[in-house]
């Protein structure tokens, strides 16, 4: 004769848990196997886990870790749902999920197109990035909505696939939130890992239930063009005044001129250096300039600048470059800041000889 209580029983859940052995799984739907949940069954959710019931698609109870007997004074959202005025007494399905809440580490990320961004110096910029995060569930019934779905076992490899398009989606919308420019964008990836953490973590909480625990840039790349502009800026921002710089280089230059062959040691420099700021303060005391006569000499009748012997009255860069010894890039630099006066006739640049004597007076 069949034991009909043993064998209803049988049909009947009494321990629900999830004991998980994976290092990769994220969500896990409790396999029911068309059984029913008993009234007072037990329900163990481990450290780093949530569980959470589903009934007829509609969010019930969440439980977090612990040990906790299923009755109708703890199951209130539940109770609402299946209707029971006066609690529960017979057995009932619902879904249970269990979501992993510890910390998922080194996912990667990457824009697999350029993003747009505004930047007040460059306008419209290209801009690509990739890097790292870290990342943990916070709101299981948002995580479950908008992300996992009704998988029954959601791995991290689905996750990533699932959240780049939108994680980068995210990181276009803060990054042109925060009004980072472009400059801030190379080479200072910490600290703007740090600063977009912050504007995207409130984002994908609310989204879909997520908190990220680091989000790491490795790189971000912009167009060469804007890469070049970016490196000379830094090349400026470093040589500071251009105008003091070349007047430096001058007084560098100028024992290697004079002296007998060969580099000179650094009391040469000093002194060359010495030599060109006295020629720079004696320029107006003796009303003649870089170029014009030694002191003493005659002048020509009008009373201008002697021209030197056998220098020509309009000078090419390199011409200024070899006079005062330093580099044509130096030149053009110092060009380009407008402290040397020059004209450009056709694609090559032509400079005076007074344009260099009112130089070396600024």
Known sequence: MVDLTGFIKSQLLEIIQWQDDSRDTISWLFPDDDKEIKNGAQLIVRESQVAQFVYLGQYGDTFFPGKHTLKSDNIPVLSRLKGWKYGFESPFKADVYFINTRLFTGNKWGTANPIMMRDADFGIVRVRAYGTY?????DPQVFLREVAGTDQNFRVDEFVDAMRSRLVSVFSDALGAAKIPVVGLVGRYGELGDALLAVINPKIREKYGLELGSFIIENVSVPPEVEQAIDKRAAMSTLGNLNDYVKYQMGQSLPNQTGAGGAGGPMEMAMGFAMAQQMMQGMGAQGAGVFGAPAGAPGPASGGTAPAPGLPELLGPADAAKLMGVSEADV??????GDL??????????????ALDAFFKS
């Open 134 to 138: 870290d990342f943990r569930v916070v």
């Open 332 to 337: 053009f630099a110092t060009i380009e800041t």
């Open 341 to 354: 006066k020059d004209k450009k006739i056709g694609s090559e640049f032509r400079m005076t000889r007074a």
